[in-house]
């Protein structure tokens, strides 16, 4: 939302200028570590490195439109990506929506749950805490943010 105030705001005398300095100066976590990608690489010999689903949350590919950045960032540090189908599907838990419509969302989650494990990995990474909160009330694999999993890599790696 905090990227779309400029385009929002463009019509406002009083706060055009400032709210388009604010959506672009906003970033997301995997932009700013985009910048950083031949640093990751270093990590891709820590011993962390295990296979993994990711989840691409709606926040970030629909609302942000931020495809592949996580994905890469992901590799780049050593992890091996486990294929997911309809990854472009949302979990179900969309902000409020698994409270409000908990039947859907959980179909939702059980279809998203089944093309994350298809994969068999170990764990499953994404990029919202609501996502990861919703997706680990429906299976045994831990579900962890992806940024939790490079710290852990980097600090392999500075032992």
């Known amino acids: 939302m905090v990227k779309d105030y400029g385009w929002l ?11 388009a ?13 985009g910048a950083e990608r031949d640093a990751l690489k270093s990590l891709a010999a820590a011993p962390a490195a295990r296979r993994i689903a990711y989840h691409p949350p709606c926040t970030l590919q629909h609302g942000q439109r931020l495809t592949g950045g996580v994905e890469a960032l992901l590799m780049d540090a050593g992890f091996e990506l486990a294929p997911v189908a309809e990854k472009h599907l949302c979990c179900g838990s969309a902000g409020t929506y698994s409270i409000l419509q908990p039947e859907i969302a959980d179909q939702l ?28 009330s429906g299976t045994g694999i831990p579900v962890r943010h992806w940024v939790e999993l490079l710290d852990e890599a980097l600090e392999k790696t500075q032992s």
């Open 9 to 19: 705001l463009r019509s406002d005398t009083a706060y055009s200028e400032k709210a």
């Open 21 to 33: 300095r604010v959506a672009a100066a906003t970033k997301d976590i995997s932009e700013i570590l």
């Open 109 to 136: 989650k059980a279809r998203k749950l089944g093309n994350l494990q298809a994969g068999q990995p170990e764990l499953i990474a994404t990029a919202n805490i609501g996502c990861l909160t919703h997706l680990q």
